[in-house]
């Protein structure tokens, strides 16, 4: 079987050397690195060819990629880079890895268009100045081909490691069966859409109740269109951490089921924070001793971290370890070479995204799961909004180095200016100011000449700014529809003697635009949750293609099951909390005592929670509670959850849509019924009135799109809790007047029992 690679990542292989470095060195984004390009081809005389798809094959591999450009009369092909400040700073070893690409270009270039000899250039291009450093080298096309085969013997053993492994992989999955004797209700129907779009590389979305088993209906059936060679690799992306556990879970099932050993690598990213092991040094080879050497060393880490199929957390710190290397980054690199990757969305999705980066990089052709994708909304907002805080920026100036005062100064003046033009504490303007804009450009400039020039003037509060800027102006640069430029005055500054300050955003309402080119990147999307409906909802908000399939699969659930009660009396609305309270707790009194067991109480806030809370233990002691607190760690959640697993009577309080409205597992008695005392609307406030507001222009549905859907999908999760298996049997009360609302009632499951 030939082995494919792409260029730079046989050259990141063969040719990387040293430490792991990762101090801060100014670096164009990656729009500027697009734009750097497009600016040196557009330089180049008639006749310059960009873009050059290049292939080559030496015994059993094919390397494969794009060369930057070819200058027929001259006859040079060029290999451009961006970077900004100083080129003389740049290591050495950097500067290695680009001739290896370069040289392996010209070979690929020389032997597909018989070329005699070539000249080779590295063409480095300063974003801020927009100069070029050109570098050359002149080569005949036997001295060009032998630095390729020499990258390729180079590789090859680990080749054909990689090879082996993807037949014996292939042929593994191609005989898997399912691990149980038969589908759940429902399950056999997602897994053969899945598997169809897996096969015709299309996009799905899947409604699927919880309790069908989502997880391996989807991995399942991608597993065997990877045998099939019609998928290179799987992606499992989750917003929580529950969520990776089941898809790790899943695929121990697989491995048991197989009986002979499975050859299938799975890989589990986690975060900087969790897998840093000295987070007191920086990340380079003078203060971090995992950092030091860590490319010498990697191969050995790398080699035995494979030897195992299962990656996770705990087994690629072992491995790490046992080579003097950092886990996390060992992570980083393991990715290229696992079958499957479990990690979280922002891995994908992200503006910096790795597995996007690779997956765009080696061409592959990959799945993309997600799971409980409707979070992906919220969270894909996140990614694509920056806030800048005024005060941030004025304390930044106080510890700035001379050279930095006057651009801080200038956008302080800019800022200033538009805080003259507020006419209330929150204010939407059509665009991002230019003036403001350029400001902040020129600060991001004057920064990286300073840290070019004097790495070490740079203090942390400076660079944390700094950093915020940067990610403010690339997201101010592409401003359009999808988002909005809103100015929140400080109303309560810490010194009383301040100037006025306030906050600027960059907000993302629709990440529609951001998430498109992912989807695109992908062979095959499927979006599965619980809770995808209405289906057009997540279309246009999450930039789903249009001819992205749906399917919404029945459960093994009935509605003898669920007793589903609505108290129509009761209004939650934020000018009736104080007359709900009482309704409220003895209606949860009354249910109790009728059916002592576990309950989950959701209420809309930590405020009303605590109220709530606090006339039920007045007025009925005996009733044992406990309650969500805000902030829970990890340990604070795990014990709060316990309690419904050591004892069979109690009420259990969270915030709806907080950290116990979905991905908890509490089967048969551990919890009886659940008690919902809002409609889980968001907040009625000048942000989430300007989004209606862009909702509505572009979808003519604003109220629905902002509020109403999320609101009951938060619901729906949340009531999801009780019934987790065909055999459970529980009670939900919904506490608002407004469920009897038909527009309310029609967002609720259909297998319900409304009264």
């Known amino acids: ?75 040079r092909l060029e290999e451009v880079k961006t970077y900004r400040g100083d080129l003389d700073a740049m290591p050495a070893n950097h500067r290695a890895l680009h001739w290896a690409q370069a040289l392996v270009y010209g070979h690929l270039l020389c032997q597909t268009r018989e070329l005699p000899q070539l000249g080779i250039a590295l063409v480095y291009f300063d974003i801020g100045s927009q100069k070029e450093t050109v570098l050359t080298q002149t080569h005949d096309a036997a001295s060009l081909e032998s630095f390729f085969v020499e990258q ?30 038969r589908f759940r209700c429902g399950q056999r129907e997602l897994a053969v859409a899945v598997y169809r779009a897996a096969r015709d590389g299309q996009t799905l979305m899947a409604q699927a109740p919880t309790g069908i088993g989502k997880t391996l209906a989807t991995i399942f059936p991608v597993l065997k269109a990877c045998g099939e060679d019609r998928v290179e690799r799987i992606f499992f992306l989750t917003a929580k951490t529950p969520g990776r556990a089941l ?11 197989a009986g002979a050993a499975l050859p299938l690598r799975t890989l589990e990213l986690v975060a900087r924070d969790k897998a840093c092991e000295h987070p007191d040094n920086a990340c380079h080879g003078d203060s971090c001793p995992l950092a030091r050497g860590f490319y010498d060393r990697l191969h050995r880490a790398r080699s035995a971290a494979l030897a195992g199929p299962r990656l996770d957390r705990e087994a690629v ?36 995204a790795l597995l996007f980066a690779l997956t765009r990089l080696n061409q592959w052709r990959v799945a993309v799961l997600v799971d409980e994708a409707h979070n992906l909304l919220d969270r894909a907002r996140k990614m694509y909004t920056a806030a800048l805080e005024q005060s941030d920026f004025r304390a930044a100036r106080k510890t700035a180095p001379v050279a930095l005062k006057k651009p801080l100064d200038r956008l302080q003046r800019e800022w200033n200016a538009v805080n003259r033009t507020q006419t209330g504490a929150y204010q939407v303007h059509a665009e991002v100011p230019a ?31 700094f950093f915020d800027a940067m990610h403010f102006v690339a997201l101010a640069e592409q401003f359009g529809e999808h988002s909005i430029f809103d100015v929140t005055r400080d109303e309560h500054p810490r010194d009383a003697r301040a100037q006025t300050a ?60 669920l007793r589903v009660h609505v108290a129509a009396h009761v209004s939650t609305r934020w000018r009736d909390r104080e007359r709900s309270l009482a309704p409220i707790v003895e209606l949860i009194a009354q249910q109790y005592a009728a059916q002592p067991g576990n309950y989950l109480g959701f209420l809309s806030s930590f405020d009303y929670l605590e109220r709530v809370a606090a006339l039920l233990r007045e007025r009925h002691p005996m009733l044992p509670i406990w309650t969500q607190a805000p902030g829970m760690d990890e340990a604070a959640r795990d014990a709060f959850l316990a309690r419904f697993r050591a004892t069979r009577c109690g009420i259990g309080f969270a915030v709806l849509g907080g950290a116990f409205s979905e991905g908890v597992d509490l089967v048969g008695k551990q919890l009886i019924g659940a008690f919902i005392a809002t409609l889980g609307l968001p907040q009625l406030n000048a942000v989430n009135e300007q989004m209606r507001r862009t909702m509505e222009a572009k979808f003519g549905n604003g109220y629905d799109y902002v509020y109403l859907y999320p609101g009951l999908q938060k619901v729906v999760q949340a009531a999801g809790r009780v019934i987790r298996t065909e055999d459970d049997t529980g009670v939900v009360h919904l506490i608002d007047d407004r469920y009897r609302r038909p527009e309310v009632r029609r967002l609720l499951p259909g297998w319900w029992q409304l009264p």
């Open 247 to 257: 898809a790790l879970e899943a695929i121990d099932t697989l491995h048991t089921s």
């Open 502 to 561: 306030s906050t600027l955003c960059v907000r993302n309402v629709i990440p529609a635009p951001y998430l498109a080119p992912r989807h695109a990147a992908a062979h095959t999307t499927v979006m599965f949750s619980g809770t995808l409906s209405p289906s057009h909802f997540y279309l246009d908000t999450l930039g789903l293609p249009e001819a992205t399939n749906w399917l919404e699969v029945d459960g093994p659930f009935r509605a003898h099951q």
């Open 435 to 465: 003036r403001l804009l350029s400001a902040a450009q020129n600060l991001i400039g004057a920064v990286t000449d300073q840290v070019v020039e004097t790495p070490l003037s740079i203090d942390d509060t400076l660079l944390r700014v």
């Open 1 to 75: 079987m030939t082995y494919v690679v792409a260029v730079r990542a046989l050259c990141e292989f063969t040719a990387k050397r040293g430490d792991l470095d990762l101090r801060f060195t100014p670096a164009p984004t990656a729009l500027e690195g697009i734009a750097g390009h497009a600016t040196v081809a557009a330089r180049r005389a008639s006749g310059y060819e960009a873009e050059i798809a290049l292939t080559g094959t030496y015994r059993d591999l094919t390397v494969r990629g794009r060369a930057d450009g070819y200058d027929a009369a001259l006859n």
């Open 152 to 181: 390729c013997e180079r590789f090859l053993d680990w080749a054909a490691q990689e090879a082996a492994h993807r037949d014996a992989r292939n042929a593994a999955l191609s005989a898997l069966k399912f691990p149980h004797e």
């Open 317 to 352: 710190r072992a491995a790490a370890l046992a080579h003097d290397v950092c886990p996390y980054y060992l992570a980083q690199e393991l990715a290229r070479w696992t079958d499957v990757v479990v990690g979280d969305y922002n891995y994908f999705y992200d503006s910096s």
